[in-house]
Structures are given as structure tokens and as C-alpha cells.
């Protein structure tokens, strides 16, 4: 059975202090994992697709990296709009449905 | 605006009570699902659809059903509600195999 863990659970950084959020999987051969963004009282919004170790994206202060076993999410010079859940998703084998983890809560303090 | 609308967006029902929530997308995509979005377990899948006419069940379908009659429509129903169903319930969809999932506003109910 698939499976995501994300940490921290939450996480609450000075505005300017970087870090990373990370999400570890197990599955059955990766068909890609993906990186969505939530606010509170909303639904996600999808932020990066990875499909293949060493790829890396990026947008803003965001940047999404991989490996075999794992995903960061690193965060540079956050800013108090960044405040956010931060949730990671992989396909099943079948790639018809997305296993999400249970997310990061990311909080930045002006 | 394109994408996904969901109603009601806040209910509270009376146990046993039959409840259908519905969505709607405007994006013409294929797969549609229904999460529900419970503290500290995150997003889990109810039920699916690869694409008008089929449906699947997820990781929790017991005590939902849904269906599929058209590509824009993807009703979720609770036969006789009970309290373990208070969730936030999302309804989603994509097109093809990205993993770009659209989320609704999501409908938020409560049962007493």
C-alpha cells in the first residue's frame, strides 16, 4: 500500500529564516509526486509535479526537489504570504487516484 | 470563471438523514473524486471517476455513494448520515494522468 509521511507537522519560521518541509514515500514504483499548497478554508492548489530523482522545480521562494526515497520543499526568505499547509501527493500504480500525506503547517512571523 | 463549484458550502443535518452534495466543473476533465479532509489524517479519497458513466471506490467509500451521469457533474450522497461523516469534503478533478488535481472551495458538514 502506498504511502506519505510529511514533516514537520508543523513548522513556524522568522520571515527571512529558511528551511525545509519534507515528505517521505513508499510505493510500489513512482509515477511522480506531487507538491500542492492550502489555505485555511480552502481547497489545495497544485504547485509542482517531480517524476524523476534529482529533478528539481521552482517557483518564488519555493523549491521542490527529489530523490528515491523522498521530497523537500525548500522554503528561502520566506514572507508572512507563504503561511500556508503544505501537502505532498503520489499516484497509485494504476495512476488513477493521488495518496495524499497529511501536510506540513507552515507558519512565517513578520 | 472556469472550475470547480461545490454546494452547499456549509451544512449541519440531523443523523440519519439523507444528504447529496453536489459539484460541478466547467474544465470538461475527464476524472472527478470526492476527499474528505479530517484534522490530523489529511486528504482521503471517498470515491472516483476516471470518466463519465464509471465510478471506483477510495480509501473510505463506506456510507457514500456517487455518480456520474455526465462529464461536468459528480454528486456525492450520504444515504443516513451519521456523525463520523462531520468532515470538510473536497471534490476534484484533472485532466488525463497530470498530477494536477483542481479543488472546489470544499462544503463543510456537520451531523448532529
Known amino acids: 500500500e502506498d504511502q506519505v509521511t510529511q514533516s514537520p507537522e508543523a513548522l513556524r519560521l522568522q520571515e527571512g529564516e529558511s528551511s525545509s518541509l519534507n515528505c517521505s514515500y513508499t510505493v510500489s514504483g513512482l509515477r511522480g509526486l506531487f507538491w500542492y499548497r492550502q489555505d485555511p478554508g480552502k481547497g489545495p492548489e497544485f504547485l509542482f509535479t517531480?517524476?524523476?530523482a534529482g529533478e528539481e522545480k521552482e517557483k518564488e521562494r519555493l523549491k521542490a526537489t527529489l530523490t528515491k526515497k523522498e521530497s523537500f520543499l525548500h522554503i528561502t526568505a520566506p514572507k508572512p504570504e507563504d503561511s500556508a499547509t503544505y501537502l505532498c501527493a503520489v499516484p497509485n500504480f494504476g495512476n488513477e487516484k493521488l495518496t495524499f500525506g497529511t501536510g506540513t503547517r507552515l507558519t512565517i512571523i513578520p | 470563471i472556469a472550475g470547480i463549484t461545490q454546494a452547499p458550502t456549509s451544512q449541519i443535518l440531523a443523523a440519519g438523514r439523507r444528504m447529496t452534495l453536489r459539484c460541478t466543473q466547467d474544465?470538461?476533465?475527464?476524472?472527478m473524486y470526492w476527499y474528505r479532509q479530517d484534522l490530523g489524517l489529511g486528504l482521503r479519497l471517498i470515491h472516483y471517476s476516471n470518466t463519465a458513466g464509471t465510478t471506483g471506490k477510495g480509501e473510505v467509500p463506506d456510507g457514500y455513494s456517487v455518480s456520474r451521469a455526465n462529464t461536468d457533474d459528480f454528486p456525492l450522497t450520504l444515504a443516513s448520515a451519521v456523525p463520523s461523516q462531520t468532515s470538510v469534503y473536497f471534490c476534484a478533478s484533472r485532466q488525463g494522468y497530470t498530477g494536477e488535481l483542481f479543488f472546489g472551495e470544499g462544503s463543510r458538514l456537520t451531523v448532529l
Open positions: 517531480l517524476y524523476s
Open positions: 474544465m470538461r476533465h475527464n476524472a
